[in-house]
């Protein structure tokens, strides 16, 4: 049989069926999905390929997705470091964004995170940012898949006046990129403090109409929490609720204060959390009680947070932290294990966004996103549990080839559709622009 792409792996960890290692097995690829995943020594007999791969020294994942982005903040990394979340946001961030905002700075810096994305192993991100049409034509040019949130914020910015505009032109991205293959598009308000009642029972409202997830940062600091208490007389969980909007749609990102009574309800309800274990230890906002979490059921899936608190978008550096955080908040060793961690990082992101139809896994039928990890390194050595090493030792330096949809992004660690000198150049002339209000 004649088909686009044969891969031939020492390893594939399809993650479906799970803790599964396949030794010596290939991937079979044909119009972007995966058609086969057999024995090597049977899929040389069985297929011949246009292309054919041998990543011989090489584990095969699903391609990584990063369930919560500000893409275009790369271009903010480190401007404020060491400050808390308030201070960092009110008198660096949003100063910033005040005096910078505009289509070109999320273009460049969208291709910046997706470049930083690619060669990381990351092949879906999940964004809540400005502009979200341009983050959106960025990732369509460059092939990665994305998960475009349709941002809602009180107040105005360059993008949008009020809460009725936002909603206007957010509508207008949904209905443009419907039949983009590689792009979704969740309501995206910013966070309970952030945006009032009357917007969030019009996003839940239209939500349900058009089968849309709602991502959304909540419980991300005990400030927060205080806040609402002071001005509703609620946690905001609470008040979510009341407004009909934790449900199995609903991606909560940071939770990192929970009493085990909103463990429960959240559970009952289905709804999701993205984990950002980096960015929360890094703005010292708390801890997520992971372990309780997946314990009662919930989704779990993993983020970067933008690149301005993280100081990365390395999913590596996070499925590593996400397993050694979950055993020491939960004085369990056995507490997300490298299989949990990796897990989170493809099928549970998939699952969050409403797209593990179509990733998450290495799947047949699925679209054949794929990572290729070189695990011959000195600093790999020995290989015992190769699941147990993507997590404990490898880097994303190790990452090497990357598709999406079947479409090679990264060949022997060069991007394929985006010029990197190009956009170096573009950064530094950010750089200087951005110092001078820093």
Same mark, same amino acid.
């Given at each position: ?101 505009? $289509? ?203 690149? !301005? ?25 056995? $507490?997300?294990? $490298?299989?949990? !961690? ?95 209000? !820093?």
């Amino acid at each position: 049989m004649h088909i686009d792409t044969l891969i031939h792996a020492r390893w594939i960890i399809p993650v479906e069926p799970s803790a599964v290692c396949y030794d010596y097995h290939s991937l079979a690829i044909h119009n972007g999905r995966i058609i086969d995943l057999l024995p090597t020594a049977e899929a040389e007999q069985k297929y011949q390929a246009n292309t054919v791969e041998r990543c011989l020294q090489h584990a095969l994942i699903p391609g990584l997705i990063n369930s919560h982005t500000h893409a275009a903040m790369t271009l903010m990394r480190g401007v404020a470091d060491d400050l808390p979340l308030m201070e960092w946001l009110q008198q660096h961030i949003w100063p910033l964004e005040q005096r910078w905002m505009n $289509a070109a700075y999320v273009k460049d810096g969208t291709d910046l995170a997706i470049a930083e994305m690619l060669r990381g192993g990351t092949t879906c991100f999940n964004d809540m940012y400005f502009f979200p049409e341009v983050v959106a034509q960025q990732a369509i040019q460059h092939g990665i898949r994305a998960s475009v949130g349709l941002i809602m914020i009180d107040f105005p910015t360059v993008w949008a006046d009020n809460s009725d505009m936002y909603l206007e032109k957010g509508l207008a991205l949904h209905a443009e990129m419907r039949h983009q293959s590689l792009i979704t598009t969740p309501f995206a308000p910013h966070a309970p403090y952030t945006v009032s009642d009357a917007p969030l029972q019009r996003i839940h409202t239209l939500a349900n109409e058009l089968e849309l997830p709602v991502h959304m940062h909540v419980h991300e600091t005990l400030h927060e929490i205080n806040q609402q208490l002071q001005q509703t007389g609620q946690r905001p969980l609470q008040r979510l609720q009341k407004l009909g909007l934790i449900n199995p749609a609903f991606i909560a990102v940071h939770m990192t204060q929970l009493k085990d009574s909103e463990i429960k309800q959240f559970a009952d309800a289905g709804a999701h959390i993205v984990h950002c274990p980096e960015s929360n230890l890094k703005l010292a906002s708390g801890f997520c009680p992971v372990a309780k979490c997946l314990a009662a059921g919930i989704n779990v899936a993993l983020g970067t947070d933008g690149a !301005a608190s993280n100081n990365d978008l390395d999913m590596f550096g996070e499925m590593r932290m996400a397993a050694l955080l979950g055993k020491g908040v939960s004085d369990d060793a056995s $507490a997300v294990p $490298a299989m949990t !961690a990796l897990t989170m990082a493809t099928l549970n992101g998939a699952k969050a966004l409403g797209i593990d139809h179509e990733t998450g896994s290495l799947r047949v039928g699925k679209a054949a996103d794929v990572v290729a990890i070189n695990l011959d390194t000195l600093e790999a050595q020995p290989i015992y549990d190769p699941i147990s090493h993507l997590v404990y030792v490898a880097s994303r330096q190790q990452v090497t080839d990357v598709w999406v949809a079947g479409k090679q992004l990264l060949k022997q660690r060069q991007l394929t559709t985006l010029n990197v000198d190009d956009l170096k150049q573009k950064v530094l002339l950010w750089q200087e622009r951005l110092k001078g209000v !820093a």
